[in-house]
């Protein structure tokens, strides 16, 4: 059985390693097929199909969009994409805007509560100043002491309700699923576990997502939890979804669960690619 992960990042958006290291690193904990999804960029992929072949993965050419659904942030992968078509590349551009703006006031929010220098401190840790995200924050507070690992940075800080939280306005739904279908990809809804709707809002994503032609979600995947893997498999089966999987790895140590240890994908779904390798 092939050991697929179709959703991880490198550091041309907000991982640590380049695309060809994480490749490597991917290929140690036994992946056998493997995409590269960076957050709103595709400037990684090639690099990436070529790291791939050098360590005998099959590849798989993908991105992570950021949507704005219900005043919430959502994400959406798209596998199979043409990194190089125009209307997807124009789409992530439009994404990308804004984030310096955003990030210069999360810098403000993290200084009032007495943590200065966050702006300089997260430049340190992105690649492309046009991506750079929370995350990037939150190692900077990890490396300042303020925490010890993101996870603590993420209870404490960046999320709703807490210092440094800056909302955004990403991609719309429609938006983001015609730039990866206007690219010949899938849309698959990343990690729907993660999101803080309710029963009723959680079925009108998925009902929104399938009637503008979506038939993917993550199953399993480093965000959920086990519970959370039979949860979406059940969700998968109820609307015909098929089922994806990956780690959401971004660097090592940083992951819930690393690349060995993610489960596979639970027998009674139906696998995005089923009939791709």
Same mark, same amino acid.
């Given at each position: 059985?092939?050991?697929?992960?179709?959703?991880?990042?490198?550091?041309?958006?907000?991982?640590?390693?380049?695309?060809?290291?994480?490749?490597?690193?991917?290929?140690?904990?036994?992946?056998?097929?493997?995409?590269?999804?960076?957050?709103?960029?595709?400037?990684?992929?090639?690099?990436?199909?070529?790291?791939?072949?050098?360590?005998?993965?099959?590849?798989?050419?993908?991105?992570?969009?950021?949507?704005?659904?219900?005043?919430?942030?959502?994400?959406?992968?798209?596998?199979?994409?043409?990194?190089?078509?125009?209307?997807?590349?124009?789409?992530?551009?439009?994404?990308?805007?804004?984030?310096?703006?955003?990030?210069?006031?999360?810098?403000?929010?993290?200084?009032?509560?007495?943590?200065?220098?966050?702006?300089?401190?997260?430049?340190?840790?992105?690649?492309?100043?046009?991506?750079?995200?929370?995350?990037?924050?939150?190692?900077?507070?990890?490396?300042?002491?303020?925490? #010890? @690992?993101?996870? /603590? =940075?993420?209870? +404490?800080?960046?999320?709703?309700?807490?210092? $440094?939280?800056?909302? &955004?306005?990403?991609?719309?739904?429609?938006?983001?699923?015609?730039?990866?279908?206007?690219?010949?990809?899938?849309?698959?809804?990343?990690?729907?576990?993660?999101?803080?709707?309710?029963?009723?809002?959680?079925?009108?994503?998925?009902?929104?997502?399938?009637?503008?032609?979506?038939?993917?979600?993550?199953?399993?995947?480093?965000?959920?939890?086990?519970?959370?893997? #039979? @949860?979406?498999? /059940? =969700?998968?089966? +109820?609307?015909?979804?098929?089922?994806?999987? $990956?780690?959401?790895? &971004?660097?090592?140590?940083?992951?819930?669960?690393?690349?060995?240890?993610?489960?596979?994908?639970?027998?009674?779904?139906?696998?995005?690619?089923?009939?791709?390798?």
């Amino acid at each position: 059985m092939l050991k697929v992960d179709l959703h991880c990042h490198s550091n041309v958006s907000d991982g640590v390693l380049a695309p060809g290291a994480v490749a490597a690193y991917a290929r140690k904990g036994g992946v056998d097929a493997w995409a590269l999804t960076d957050h709103d960029e595709v400037g990684g992929i090639k690099l990436a199909r070529a790291a791939a072949g050098e360590q005998g993965m099959r590849f798989v050419p993908g991105v992570e969009i950021s949507v704005t659904w219900a005043n919430q942030t959502i994400h959406v992968v798209g596998l199979q994409i043409d990194e190089d078509n125009p209307d997807l590349l124009a789409g992530l551009v439009k994404t990308r805007s804004g984030r310096d703006a955003r990030g210069r006031e999360i810098a403000a929010q993290l200084e009032e509560a007495g943590i200065p220098d966050a702006w300089e401190g997260a430049l340190k840790f992105v690649g492309n100043p046009d991506l750079l995200s929370r995350t990037h924050f939150a190692r900077y507070l990890v490396e300042c002491g303020k925490c #010890a @690992t993101t996870t /603590e =940075v993420f209870k +404490r800080f960046l999320t709703e309700g807490k210092p $440094g939280y800056v909302p &955004h306005r990403w991609a719309s739904l429609p938006e983001a699923m015609g730039w990866i279908r206007s690219a010949g990809g899938i849309p698959v809804i990343a990690h729907p576990g993660r999101y803080k709707f309710t029963q009723t809002g959680e079925d009108a994503l998925f009902d929104e997502f399938r009637q503008l032609g979506g038939n993917a979600i993550e199953v399993v995947t480093g965000s959920h939890t086990p519970d959370q893997y #039979a @949860t979406y498999a /059940e =969700v998968a089966r +109820r609307y015909g979804f098929l089922a994806s999987r $990956g780690t959401d790895f &971004h660097a090592p140590g940083e992951a819930r669960v690393e690349f060995d240890a993610l489960p596979p994908l639970p027998s009674s779904v139906t696998p995005v690619w089923h009939d791709w390798f």
